[in-house]
Nanobody
Framework: QVQVVQSGGGLVQPGGSLRLSCAAS????????MDWYRQAPGKQRELVAT???????DYADSVKGRFTISRDNAKNTVYLQMNSLKPEDTGVYYC???????????????WGQGTQVTVSS
C-alpha cells in the first residue's frame, strides 16, 4: 500500500503565506520527481511546480518569485512554500509523486488527496 498525505492549506489574506506538505509512505521505491498542481473553480488543473530527484526545479510563470518547492528525500516529502499570495492563487492544490512501485518497480503517479487554499480579504 502506498499513501500520499497532504497537509497545510487554509484561508489566508492577500499578501500572506502558507506552506503545504506532502508525504509518501508505504511500499514505494525510488522517487523520480514530485509535483504540485492546482485547480481553480471552473478552470483546468495546472502544473504549479516540479522538483526532480536531482533537485532541479521548475515553476509556472504565474508563481515564479513567490512559490518555492523543496523536498526531504529521507522523509519522501515535498513542500510548497507560498508567499505573497494573491486571490488568483485560490484553488485545490494536489501533489503528485512520480515513483516506482515495489517490488516490480513499475513507474506510477501517486496523488495526494488535495487541499483547499483560499486567498481572500
Amino acid at each position: 500500500q502506498v499513501q500520499v498525505v497532504q497537509s497545510g492549506g487554509g484561508l489566508v489574506q492577500p499578501g500572506g503565506s502558507l506552506r503545504l506538505s506532502c508525504a509518501a509512505s508505504g511500499r514505494i521505491g525510488s522517487i523520480n520527481a514530485m509535483d504540485w498542481y492546482r485547480q481553480a473553480p471552473g478552470k483546468q488543473r495546472e502544473l504549479v511546480a516540479t522538483i526532480t530527484k536531482g533537485g532541479i526545479t521548475d515553476y509556472a510563470d504565474s508563481v515564479k518569485g513567490r512559490f518555492t518547492i523543496s523536498r526531504d528525500n529521507a522523509k519522501n516529502t515535498v513542500y510548497l512554500q507560498m508567499n505573497s499570495l494573491k486571490p488568483e492563487d485560490t484553488g485545490v492544490y494536489y501533489c503528485n509523486v512520480r515513483a516506482r512501485r515495489l517490488p516490480d518497480l513499475l513507474s506510477l503517479d501517486y496523488w495526494g488527496q488535495g487541499t483547499q487554499v483560499t486567498v481572500s480579504s
